[in-house]
């Protein structure tokens, strides 16, 4: 590495990966909470996913619209998640860093959360 160039980052790993797809989540709109639940368009959030918001939300990268009036239904009051600059910030890093992944590589990440358990460390199904 030559002075004043910057260390190069592996691509994503572990908690950055979960952080990851909250933030996209986040940035695409439809994520809300509505009381101590964690929404996107009317679906529960997987539980992955949920610890990386309550993380992001509590350090400040993702926040909370405040409701209007009529936002407050018969379950509870809903809250719309919105990033801050910082959690933009954040999530435009871990893109670039998920793109210098190799394509098998990040295809396979990916996959995993599409038919499989996304986090096979903690998963009870037998190996394929």
Known sequence: ????????????????????IALRRVSIG????VDHRWLESGHRVPGYVIG???RLLAGGLVML???????????????????TSAGFARYERLCQQALRMPAA????????????????????????
């Open 30 to 33: 439809g994520v809300t909470k």
């Open 65 to 83: 619209v405040a409701p209007g009036p009529s936002a407050g239904t018969s379950a509870g009051t809903t809250a719309r998640a919105a990033l």
């Open 105 to 128: 590589q990040f295809i396979a990440l990916c996959r995993r959360f599409v038919d499989g358990d996304p986090d096979p460390a903690r998963s009870t199904a037998p190996p394929d």
């Open 52 to 54: 990386a918001l309550a």
């Open 1 to 20: 590495m030559t002075p004043g160039t910057p260390p190069i980052r592996p691509p994503l790993a572990g908690a950055e990966v979960y952080e990851w």
